[in-house]
């Protein structure tokens, strides 16, 4: 299917759902991205990807097969300030990357400036579209590979968002997520429990909310997948998992604690942001 797209300044246009415009978790990042415009890149990074451009890069290289995969046409869906896609874009082995984003201070006002201070004369390889990955406005079977890190957990019907993506990948094209996953073993009150948590008055005054307000996990659109539930949807969308890795911070909180599904791990010196010190990459094949 192909929709023609409205251009605007130095971004494309996609269609937006106005009910993700009123959450909470959009709110936050749109006045993250925007306060933050104006800081360097690594304080940018360090604020709303919570890790930097070269360690980015290090942990894609973790798996070689993962890291070959990435080449041609691809999308970065869930780009934030396009961190993740300028950093893909230096391989001289990428044509394009389309930079996929809802919030709207992250598209406009952080992503012009990450792209020309990681590529330079190269910046033009990083397309930036203002727009949902569940509303992806390009050809079918048009893309050699996709890629969201830290962005599937916030689908609101996973295994939808999933076909919807597999739709633009070519034959035998990669998805590779980046995300959480805990142990098959944890409980339905273990997820309850992360999901309820109620943000600190030190974070609310930190990003500038009311301090009285509560704002909960759940609340902030957060979701928790065990390793299993993962697996369900991609068997549900049809997509196969060809590599499977665990990656985690050199910390106590995770560093003796194995997962219960049989994958490799491997130990990162840096950290690597998010909720539980680690992250799980997938690369599934259409």
Not at 19 to 36: F, G, P, Q, S, V
Not at 74 to 89: H, K, P, R, W
Not at 247 to 252: C, D, F, G, I, V
Request: one cysteine or more.
């Amino acid at each position: 299917m192909s929709i023609t797209k409205k251009k605007k300044d130095d971004f494309i246009s996609w269609k937006i759902s106005k009910k993700i415009l009123n959450t909470e978790d959009y709110k936050l990042n749109n006045r993250i991205a925007k306060k933050y415009s104006k800081e360097n890149i690594n304080k940018l990074a360090k604020k709303y990807t919570h890790i930097k451009p070269e360690h980015i890069n290090f942990l894609l290289k973790t798996n070689k097969k993962i890291w070959k995969n990435i080449k041609g046409s691809g999308a970065d869906l869930g780009g934030g300030v396009g961190l993740l896609s300028s950093v893909i874009a230096k391989k001289k082995e990428i044509k394009k990357i389309y930079c996929v984003e809802v919030v709207k201070n992250a598209v406009t006002k952080c992503q012009p400036i990450v792209k020309k201070k990681l590529l330079n004369k190269k910046a033009k390889k990083v397309i930036s579209v203002l727009g949902s990955f569940d509303h992806i406005e390009l050809k079918k079977s048009s893309l050699d590979f996709c890629i969201a890190w830290d962005a599937m957990h916030h689908s609101e019907n996973l295994v939808k968002t999933l076909i919807g993506i597999k739709k633009v990948l070519k034959k035998n094209g990669k998805l590779i997520i980046v995300d959480r996953a805990h142990n098959n073993s944890t409980s339905d009150a273990e997820i309850q429990r992360m999901l309820n948590i109620v943000y600190s008055k030190e974070f609310l005054k930190e990003n500038h909310l009311p301090i009285n307000k509560k704002l909960t996990r759940r609340m902030n659109g957060e979701r928790e997948y065990r390793y299993s539930d993962w697996e369900k949807s991609f068997k549900k969308s049809a997509l196969k998992i060809e590599e499977v890795i665990i990656l985690k911070e050199k910390h106590e909180k995770v560093l003796y604690k194995k997962n219960d599904n049989k994958i490799n791990e491997k130990i990162v010196n840096f950290s690597i942001g998010g909720f539980e010190r680690k992250k799980i990459i997938y690369m599934l094949k259409k």
